[in-house]
């Protein structure tokens, strides 16, 4: 730690983004698994140290995939984003994953604003001569009145191979135009199909190797920086700006007869332009986070699947507006799987956030503690339930409950100053979690580890009380970024005011009487199976 444990320091303004879901859909734990689970860990630990992160995300409104939800739910795009936005501010919630503002652009009070950060980044943007009109040839339907784009167009991806839906592919991460997509065919039985072309709107790229260079500063891997380059490379130095389908922001027309409304993945731009201007409200300095001078930490998070709208989208388009700085770091995970497959809403292979928060003797600090764990920061990875059962069951209510439940019997009554023993095992387990958590590469499993080392290594039954205390203390504070229910009940069993803080750490305080110990639930494989979908069976029996 920069400073020893208790001291104060002026806090440093941070502003994590989260992806912005497709609101077509509830959350699984797929979706929590990686970007939404690490972000919360890190804006936990940035305020137990000091710091003052502010979190925005939204749903991204005008998604492809939105207008085909509507079409098979027989209802309108903008009652679909107004439903499941709600749906999904509840499920991070379920999680006790905490946003300071979770945006929808398509309502009020966000529409507006949202439309003209569109307009004033569009005008600017334009200034430094970065955006582009461009013909490109789509097929289009007769019969069904529209394009056949976004998630209306199926086939094969041009780099890998795999069956793709849309622009994008889920096994390689790539990303192309539809005239691109190879043996190109619509979702639906809209035939008989014409090719036509279209005037497109495209933003201009920086060249690729000031692009790469910036995505190397702030610490990419190397894998996606490829995926970055094959796009490149086939597409040119340029991303898409508009797309031919009604519902999104307009962009004026070229033809009368094709609409040209703002591309979603692009628009993640001016939603991170938006993000910024929250957080010169919300900290009260006044000032976008994305500006040069700002003095803020940016951090965003997501999965291989927006790879290439926040790359090229967001970090590339930053690089041609002019009095913009990109995001400091970019934190990528790739997918997460359930016993070995990949989560799958259309497949209903999921548990649904909803239902495992809802479940008999499931608790969530287990759910979030094993999902720490298990994460696919550095590959793909997985929810086996049986796994799940084991470390809720025999870690975290066996051997880390029995050990707290002994200490809380012995807390003392007043206790004594921190042992300077205690508190140099204690500094070096929070080394280990700074580490692994203010970083280029976050990893939230090490920081896990931080914390069972600890819990590991408790005292002896014979220590005594101060002992008891100061360890229960310690475990307060490693747990409460994973753990936010476990380590609020011990700080506040311990006489702690307000969320755990490391500057309040050595100040002794009395623990208040009556209060129970914490307790983790040994849930069954009874108790886990409502959550279980159809594609499992006799899983965790």
């Known amino acids: 730690m920069n400073l020893p444990l208790g001291a104060a320091r002026a806090p440093r303004p941070y502003l994590l983004t989260l992806p912005e879901p497709t609101p077509n859909g509830p959350f699984h734990l797929g979706h929590i698994s990686g970007p939404y689970l690490r972000m919360d860990v890190i804006a936990r630990w940035l305020r137990q140290r000091g710091d003052a992160p502010v979190v925005v995300s939204g749903s991204d409104a005008y998604d492809p995939w939105v207008p085909l939800r509507a079409w098979q739910d027989g209802t309108t795009e903008r009652e679909v984003v107004r439903s499941y936005h709600e749906r999904i501010a509840r499920d991070l919630a379920d999680l006790d994953i905490g946003v300071d503002a979770f945006v929808n652009p398509a309502e009020e009070p966000w529409r507006g604003r949202f439309e003209r950060e569109v307009k004033a980044s569009l005008a600017q943007l334009d200034s430094q001569?970065?955006?582009?009109?461009?013909?490109?040839?789509?097929?289009?339907?007769?019969?069904?009145?529209?394009?056949?784009?976004?998630?209306?167009?199926?086939?094969?991806?041009?780099?890998?191979?795999?069956?793709?839906?849309?622009?994008f592919c889920e096994e390689c991460g790539g990303h192309f135009l539809p005239e691109n997509v190879v043996d190109p065919r619509p979702r639906c039985d809209d035939r008989p199909l014409t090719e036509r072309t279209v005037d497109s709107l495209f933003l201009a790229l920086p060249n690729a190797a000031r692009l790469d260079a910036c995505l190397t500063g702030i610490g990419v891997p190397e894998r996606y920086r490829r995926t970055v380059a094959r796009f490149l490379g086939r597409e040119g130095l340029s991303v898409r700006l508009s797309a031919p389908q009604d519902w999104g922001i307009d962009l004026g027309r070229a033809d009368a007869e094709v609409p040209r409304t703002l591309f979603s993945y692009t628009g993640t731009f001016m939603f991170t332009r938006l993000a910024g201007e929250v957080h010169g409200e919300l900290s009260g300095s006044g000032v976008n986070a994305f500006a040069p001078d700002s003095g803020v930490m940016t951090i965003t998070s997501l999965g291989i699947d927006n790879v290439m709208p926040v790359l090229v989208g967001i970090i590339g388009t930053s690089l041609m507006y002019g009095p913009m700085k990109p995001y400091d770091r970019c934190l990528i995970n790739d997918f997460y799987q359930l016993s070995g497959e990949k989560f799958s809403t259309s497949r209903r292979h999921a548990i649904w956030v909803s239902d495992i928060a809802r479940a008999h003797n499931v608790d969530t600090d287990a759910v979030r503690y094993y999902?720490?764990?298990?994460?696919?920061?550095?590959?793909?990875?997985?929810?086996?339930?049986?796994?799940?059962?084991?470390?809720?069951?025999?870690?975290?209510?066996?051997?880390?409950?029995?050990?707290?439940?002994?200490?809380?019997?012995?807390?003392?009554?007043?206790?004594?100053?921190?042992?300077?023993?205690?508190?140099?095992?204690?500094?070096?387990?929070?080394?280990?979690?700074?580490?692994?958590?203010?970083?280029?590469?976050?990893?939230?499993?090490?920081?896990?580890?931080?914390?069972?080392?600890?819990?590991?290594?408790?005292?002896?039954?014979?220590?005594?009380?101060?002992?008891?205390?100061?360890?229960?203390?310690?475990?307060?504070?490693?747990?409460?970024?994973?753990?936010?229910?476990?380590?609020?009940?011990?700080?506040?069993?311990?006489?702690?005011?307000?969320?755990?803080?490391?500057?309040?750490?050595?100040?002794?305080?009395?623990?208040?009487?009556?209060?129970?110990?914490?307790?983790?639930?040994?849930?069954?494989?009874?108790?886990?199976?409502?959550?279980?979908?159809?594609?499992?069976?006799?899983?965790?029996?």
């Not at 019969?143 to 839906?165: E, I, K, N, Q, Y």
Request: charged share 15%; proline share 9%.
């Open 371 to 541: 999902l720490a764990k298990t994460n696919p920061e550095a590959g793909p990875a997985n929810f086996e339930p049986s796994a799940f059962l084991a470390t809720a069951g025999e870690r975290l209510a066996g051997r880390i409950g029995a050990a707290v439940q002994r200490r809380w019997q012995q807390l003392p009554h007043s206790p004594a100053a921190v042992p300077d023993a205690l508190l140099r095992r204690l500094m070096t387990s929070l080394d280990e979690q700074e580490r692994a958590l203010d970083s280029a590469v976050v990893s939230t499993a090490a920081a896990v580890r931080a914390f069972d080392d600890w819990c590991d290594r408790a005292p002896a039954d014979d220590a005594g009380g101060d002992a008891a205390y100061w360890w229960l203390k310690g475990a307060a504070v490693l747990g409460w970024p994973v753990m936010p229910r476990f380590g609020q009940h011990v700080w506040d069993g311990l006489g702690g005011a307000g969320e755990p803080r490391l500057a309040a750490f050595t100040a002794p305080t009395a623990p208040v009487t009556g209060t129970p110990a914490p307790r983790f639930s040994r849930p069954s494989a009874a108790n886990l199976a409502p959550c279980l979908p159809a594609t499992l069976t006799g899983v965790g029996a």
């Open 129 to 167: 001569g970065a955006v582009l009109a461009r013909g490109e040839r789509m097929l289009h339907s007769a019969s069904a009145g529209r394009f056949v784009v976004g998630a209306w167009l199926l086939g094969t991806c041009p780099d890998c191979g795999a069956g793709v839906a849309s622009y």
